[in-house]
């Protein structure tokens, strides 16, 4: 149990480093407003056709008698869109990764070089094309794997009972883990560590990741809520991944108002110094 309040401590102190960078985390806030807005008119766009494509998919339940046609086309439609509200957390991450891709990594660099008791900080050696490929690759294979849990706990929430109590639950673990593995990879990747490796890594302490992803899971269900912990989210994920690592963490990092006193070049100036 330990673990898993260690989790949660990441993700606290991730929200209070960024509150003691605020240039950074205004910044931060775009990709996620962009991502948002991506999404906000797909959920729109199903609320509006949801009921018509439930109908068209379920024609052999035309002809049942009563109510009962308008009570499992209605519990078809609310568990298509709570399926699709699970997807949109678990991949609402990476869209925003991938939009916010320089900026983000430049936050994990800034992160680990405030936290790294020698002041520096693990650098990938890629080109940004290189790792944008690679982020993307990663992103789709996880998404392929969220998605199958997501028709899994589908099937499960069609069960009397189940599907109403133990399923949602199931649900907000799975979303845990694989927000936490999304927010990781920005800075396991620039260490060089693979998605099978990393996947390895987060399975050996489920219980530090559970204490990180579940909540950050839970608090992007309300609106907009997502937009303005992704910052924080990708500075505890660092936090975490040096936790996984193993690796020491030996300052207190900067306590300013601000950004005085930390590296304020852009993330073209980061890469451009890099290359």
């Known amino acids: 149990?330990?673990?898993?309040?260690?989790?949660?401590?990441?993700?606290?102190?991730?929200?209070?480093?960024?509150?003691?960078?605020?240039?950074?985390?205004?910044?931060?806030l775009l990709p996620g407003l962009i991502t948002l807005v991506l999404y906000g008119a797909a959920l729109a766009a199903l609320v509006v056709w949801g009921e018509s494509a439930v109908t068209w998919a379920t024609p052999f339940?035309?002809?049942?008698?009563?109510?009962?046609?308008?009570?499992?086309r209605g519990f078809l439609t609310v568990v298509l869109f709570a399926l699709a509200l699970l997807l949109a957390v678990l991949t609402f991450t990476a869209v925003a990764l991938l939009v916010g891709q320089p900026f983000y990594e430049s936050l994990s660099e800034r992160v680990d070089r405030d936290v790294s008791p020698d002041g520096t900080a693990p650098q990938s050696d890629l080109p940004l094309h290189r790792e944008l490929w690679i982020s993307a690759?990663?992103?789709?294979?996880?998404?392929?794997?969220?998605?199958l849990?997501?028709?899994?706990?589908?099937?499960?929430g069609l069960l009397p009972f189940v599907g109403q109590t133990v399923v949602p639950v199931l649900g907000f673990f799975v979303t845990g883990f694989f927000l936490t593995e999304e927010l990781t990879a920005v800075a396991l990747q620039r260490r060089g560590v693979e998605l099978r490796a990393r996947l390895a890594l987060l399975r050996s302490r489920k219980l530090l990741v559970w204490g990180f992803g579940t909540p950050l899971g839970l608090a992007f269900l309300v609106p907009v809520a997502a937009v303005f912990l992704m910052p924080g989210a990708v500075a505890g994920a660092t936090l975490l991944a040096r936790d996984l690592l193993g690796e020491e963490t030996g300052?207190?990092?900067?306590?300013?108002?601000?950004?005085?006193?930390?590296d304020t070049r852009s993330p073209e100036e980061e890469r451009v110094s890099r290359s």
């Open 251 to 262: 300052r207190d990092g900067d306590d300013g108002d601000g950004d005085e006193g930390a």
């Open 61 to 72: 339940a035309d002809g049942w008698p009563g109510p009962w046609t308008g009570l499992f």
């Open 1 to 28: 149990m330990r673990d898993l309040g260690a989790g949660f401590g990441h993700l606290l102190e991730g929200q209070r480093w960024m509150a003691r960078h605020r240039r950074s985390y205004g910044l931060g």
């Open 149 to 156: 849990w997501g028709l899994l706990l589908f099937a499960l």
């Open 137 to 147: 690759r990663d992103s789709l294979r996880i998404l392929v794997r969220a998605a």
